[in-house]
């Protein structure tokens, strides 16, 4: 009779586990098993509404490259996270099937001093330096042709270019080949053309004294850092900031001049690495690419809010010739940040850099309003570098203010609201 009962129990037990199961199974509307679609990002729904953006751009640099006979060139565009278009063109070198690709690397110039402000803004934000700080208080020995420029020159004055020197200080000796120490043992005798901080005047040299700077505050000199705090990780493989660096590497652009879609190689050259926050940095697209992910990535920055503030509020304005910024319209002002320029431009605040040494040209824009940012790397330098910043914000601006408008719509709330789509 016990064993009956332990028998019962048990068939008991297994039917209200089956029944329990099947009503499991019968809840779902159609009995099978649901499986979850992929969920698709808000970024990518607004990538997908700029579509036509990246197309219409897409077929205009495409265009312009071939009507130029450029040899070599790479452009990308990064919206917030992601990269929205990249895409390269032509040679490394002319009359040779060598296609630029991602990784090709090119000299960025003068568009290092942009990356070197991103490097100063992250030991700004580790409290490894102050852009306050005063010059002579880090380095007692070095000299302006005054005391009272001295007393009062700043990490600021040098990253702005308001040190009070005459323009482009000594660039002379620098493309010559002059070490770097001897330069600023010479700086004392340079002409001073205001007190720091009030006149704009280009320099290299004296923006490139930040290396000292960081190598007294790190005892890590520039190249270290920068590959230490950007380049590794990031993820910036190619970048580099030295001549034998950019010489060894088999996949470099070479440089090359002419006019008219005719252009000749011209010899690699080591001009403007003495002075590597300056000039001195070579990357690739993907290098590039990199770096804009970073600093627009909403969820995870680069870059602190406000960090981002100190780095691209304008210190000065700068008057640059009508030319610098031909193919532009509608330039309402025109100054200086912490190794940006920034530029007044249809109603945005565009942080903007360009960069040129023998053979080579890049561009590099960032609108932080619309979160999205451009770069363009070229070895044949022309027309097209020039307006490759410019047209694409044309068409950018152009397509967000002539976007459809959406209406939401709260069923709680008796007003509704227009809002873009972005």
């Known amino acids: ?58 077929r205009w640099i495409t265009a312009e490259i071939e009507a130029t006979k450029t040899v070599g060139a790479a452009v990308a565009v990064v919206y917030k996270d992601q990269v929205a278009f990249l895409k390269c063109f032509g040679n490394r070198q002319v009359g040779k099937d060598a296609p630029v690709d991602e ?41 302006l042709g005054n005391s009272a420029s001295t007393s009062e020159l700043t990490i600021r004055n040098l990253l702005s270019h308001t040190t009070g020197l005459v323009p482009h200080a000594y660039d002379d000796l620098v493309e010559a080949h002059a070490p770097f120490t001897n330069i600023l043992e010479r700086i004392q005798s340079a002409g001073l053309a205001s007190a720091p901080g009030h006149v704009y005047s280009y320099q290299n040299v004296m923006f490139s004294l930040i290396d000292t700077i960081m190598a007294v505050k790190t005892d890590k000199n520039y190249n270290q850092l920068i590959r230490e705090k950007l380049f590794e990780p990031l993820g910036m493989n190619d970048a580099s900031t030295d001549f034998e660096s950019f010489k060894n590497n088999p996949n470099k652009a070479i440089p090359h001049r002419g006019a008219n879609g005719v252009y000749r190689t011209l010899p690699l050259n080591n001009r403007y690495y003495i002075t590597a926050p300056a000039a001195g940095i070579n990357a690739s697209i993907s ?16 870059l602190s809010e406000g960090t981002s503030e100190k780095i691209f509020e304008p210190q000065i304005v700068s008057n640059l010739s009508r030319g610098y910024f031909r193919y532009w319209d509608q330039v309402q002002s025109k100054k200086y940040a912490i190794g940006w320029r920034m530029v007044d431009y249809k109603g945005r605040q565009i942080a903007y850099h360009g960069g040129y040494v ?15 940012g451009i770069v363009y790397l070229s070895n044949s330098p022309n027309t097209v570098a020039s307006q490759s910043v410019p047209v694409f914000l044309n068409e950018l601006i152009r397509y967000k203010e002539n976007m459809p408008v959406m209406a939401n719509q709260d069923k709680n709330d008796e007003t509704s609201t227009n809002q873009n789509l972005l």
Do not use: C
């Open 358 to 372: 023998l053979g080579y040209k890049a561009e590099i824009a960032i609108s932080r309003h619309d979160n999205i």
């Open 287 to 302: 290098d590039m690419a990199q770096l804009l992910m970073a600093l627009l990535d909403e969820e995870y920055p680069l």
């Open 103 to 143: 990784h090709t690397i090119f000299r960025l110039a003068s568009v290092s001093k942009p990356i070197t402000g991103i490097l100063a803004g992250l030991l700004a934000q580790e409290e490894v330096l102050d852009f306050d700080e005063k010059v002579s208080e880090i380095l007692p020995w070095f000299k």
């Open 1 to 58: 009779m016990k064993k009956q009962k332990f028998l019962t129990v048990i068939l008991l037990t297994l039917l209200i586990l089956l029944t329990t199961t099947n009503q499991q199974i019968s809840s779902s509307p159609d009995n099978s098993i649901q499986i979850a679609e992929p969920e698709i990002s808000q970024t990518d729904m607004e990538l997908d509404e700029m579509k036509e953006v990246f197309e219409e751009y897409d």
